[in-house]
């Protein structure tokens, strides 16, 4: 956990007027704590990624919302499926894992 | 490791406008956090910002260009990503499911799970359950704040939520808007937006209460023979008669030209300090002061002396 001067100096090019207004826009959400933020580590790699996508991809700060959208219902599908192989491996036997995996292979298009 | 060149599919003579739009271009197809999951994209944005590492450095450039350095050891150190965070457990803080816990919420079994897990959902109680508060932020300008405004929220799921910011609202002040949170189970009332709003400073104005602070500049013959001037209310321009031998630190009170009344407070006043300025050198100023004999000498500092 880090406060928000902290971020600014991991993240070189990054402006404290910048995390702030993110923070405002709910595009980065760390901890409140008494008088300053508490990051955790996700919200410093979401705040790189973010000036990443600005700066170097070039997508700016207004298409920005719809990226995250899109890359947020990526990740919660994503963390969904893992979900599912791990509870697939804990509680369905193993032949009906290949069941599946077989009708999968021959069925999907 | 491949000629950077190649890598980033532009030719030996490329600009360094060329080079950076290439590099650009192939970042956004294979940045590893918009692929996760997929091992080729991550081994072809290493390749491509080892190549822009070298490429975009005109100084490197030239060494390897003249063969000094080759392509190897260019690869950037492995860092933090964001998909190895949003992935695990923790990305739930950025769930747009709803679900903050460890487990599955409804949410999470959606549509496309909704039929292989349905008869699950009977089980559960069907009772009316109210929607939950969300928290939000929501800046804005001193005067839209003083005077009000409509304001646009745009929200982590890309709606849009228009806010209306009532005349004398503070910084802090947190707005409701009914109906607007998370959606009621079973038939129950939505939840509220919560929208906290954060005023910024204004280079002139400063809030005090219901009344405004404002240093005033007045030019010496304002001062001292007085007269009438205009003077900025977050209203607009209001002409105030300005006392002769007004001193720099007086404040004159515009009655009525503060916060406007709200919530049960009256409308507030407006304060300005006087502030004279002398402004560029006069020379007729200058020998007018050299030979002027004050009928009342002061010792302006006389206060300072006594008590220090």
Known sequence: MIGIDGVIGQISGLTRQDLERWIANAWVRPDKSADDYAFREIDVA????????????????????VVLLLLD?????????????????QVVPKDVRLDLAAHLTTHSR | MADPYT???????????????????????????????????EETFKAVSGANSILSDPDKRGKFDRGEIDASGQEQAPRESYRNHAEGGSG???????????????ADFGDIF????????????????????????????????VNGAMSRLTLPDGRTLEVKIPPGTADGQVLRLRGLGGPGRNGAPAGDALIEVHVAEHRHFHRDGQDIRLTLPVSLSE??????????????????RVPPHADSGTELRLRGRGVPAHDGLATGDLYAKLNVVLGAPDEALEEFLRNWKPKNPIDPRQAMREQP
């Open chain 2, 92 to 106: 739930r803080r950025y769930s747009r499911t709803d679900s903050q816990s460890g487990g599955w919420s409804d």
């Open chain 2, 7 to 41: 890598t980033l599919g532009v030719p030996r003579d490329a600009s360094q406008d060329t080079i950076r739009d290439a590099y650009r271009r192939l970042a956004k197809q294979h940045h590893p956090d918009l692929n996760p999951g997929n091992a080729k994209a």
């Open chain 2, 223 to 240: 001062a001292v023979l007085g007269g009438s001037i205009e003077v900025p209310t977050p209203g607009g321009l209001v002409s105030m």
């Open chain 1, 46 to 65: 979401r705040a790189r990624l973010i000036l990443e996508m600005r700066d170097e991809m070039e997508i700016n700060e207004d298409a920005l919302p």
């Open chain 1, 73 to 89: 219902q990526l990740y919660d599908l994503r963390r969904q499926m893992r979900d599912l192989n791990s509870a697939f491996l």
């Open chain 2, 114 to 145: 909704n039929s292989v897990f349905g008869e699950r959902r009977h089980t559960d109680d069907d009772r009316p359950i109210h929607g939950q508060d969300k928290q939000y932020a929501l800046s804005t300008a001193f005067l839209d704040a």
